[in-house]
């Protein structure tokens, strides 16, 4: 899985989420990546990227 955008970022979860994860581990797969988007990380990692 992986953010795409910079000013519209949007989560990329492969076709086959739901029959590969159980509710469960969907449900916290989907919490960790908000995290990233709430702890600002895409754009840390463009940052650096770009140093």
């Not at 989560?11 to 600002?40: C, M, N, V, W, Y």
Request: hydrophobic letters at 45%; a positive charge; zero cysteines.
């Amino acid at each position: 899985m992986a953010y795409i955008g910079f000013f519209q970022p949007k989560l990329l979860i492969p076709s086959d989420f739901k029959q590969r994860f159980t509710k469960q581990e969907r449900h916290l797969i989907l919490q960790h990546e908000r995290a990233h988007l709430q702890a600002g990380d895409l754009h840390i990692n463009l940052i650096a990227l770009l140093s």
